[in-house]
């Protein structure tokens, strides 16, 4: 988000309606918890400045917001709009419903348009194949996307397809509700099989693209990430992470923290060889294994949440790809040969 400056006309650039069981809560710790990458204190500057508002008018950091509050983080420059073309482009669906899509998302495909990145995302193939529904009509960047998956993390999300379900979806996720289960393959073998990680994460302060961890808490939003070694491979492990909290990376900086970076992270420091001999043999084995799995090998396993209409409880799975499959198999084929 660019800094919030003086001027005289503003432009809304996130909108928010308070649920009607919402309990009093402070506007910036209101907002801090709905816009991704954005600390107390831009929102506090930009109340101070008038930029935020709540039902039109413009309010104070201290003000508390109340159930159907419309919410308003204002800008000084004029957002750019992305015309978001329907795509016929394939979709992995697990389960389809009159309420929202399950599907396991490809390993490359981003989840939403950004400029200079508008075609072949999710967006643009579920305005295609959810072109008759009204939700779907409206152009909006992230329609029906109540959470998100990495360009290079494959797995379950899911998708609603109407307005009634992408609120009551988007609530159990902000009220964390659903519970979700990640595979991931690390360098290393973790000390303590089961553990919890409980350090905030924020963005790193000299690189913008990727996130660190402040385990003091002085900066950075709250993250915890409960891991389980569940396969010991020699020089790398696989591990099952559930997240108790969703912010931007968290596995991947959590598991870097903790100094397991995961396997063929490139921006985390998991695509050179961590562990292991300094063989040729084995470094040749590595590359091979970099080339099978071109990215960082994390893939979301299971979603697990209140279906919006019933509230029964649901659970999906989706299978990992062959391409994760087949690194653990190299993986135990080397342990099997260890020759290297």
Known sequence: MQEIEDSKEKFELHKFVADKGQTALRIDKFLVDRIENISRNKIQNAANKGYVLVNGKEVKVNYKVRPDDVIQLMTFYKPEKIDIIAEDIPIDIIHEDEDYLIINKKAGMVVHPAYGNENGTLVNALMFYLKDLPLFKTGE??????????????????????????????????????????????????????????????????????????????????????????????????????????????????????????????????????????????????????????????????????????????????????????LIEKWKQYLENREI
């Open 141 to 326: 960047l992230r329609a029906g996307l109540v959470h998100r998956l990495d360009k290079n993390t494959s797995g379950v999300m899911v998708i609603a397809k109407t307005d009634t379900a992408l609120t009551e979806i988007s609530k159990q996720f902000y009220e964390r509700v659903p519970e979700k289960k990640y595979i991931a393959m690390v360098w290393g073998i973790p000390k303590e099989e089961e553990g919890t990680i409980n350090a905030n994460i924020g963005r790193n302060l000299k690189n913008r693209k990727i996130m660190d961890v402040f385990p003091d808490g002085d900066f950075g939003k709250h993250a915890i990430t409960h891991y389980k070694v569940i396969m010991n491979l020699g020089h790398v492990s696989l591990v099952e992470c559930v997240l108790e909290t969703g912010r931007t990376h968290q596995i991947r900086a959590h598991m870097k923290y903790l100094g397991h970076p995961i396997f063929g992270d490139a921006e985390y420091g998991g695509n050179v060889i961590l562990r292991g001999t300094r063989y040729t043999k084995y470094k040749q084995f590595i590359q091979n294994c970099f080339k099978l799995m071109p990215a960082q090998a994390l893939h979301a396993k299971t979603l697990e949440f209140n279906h919006p209409k019933s509230g029964e409880r649901v659970k999906y799975k989706a299978e990992l790809p062959n391409n994760f499959t087949e």
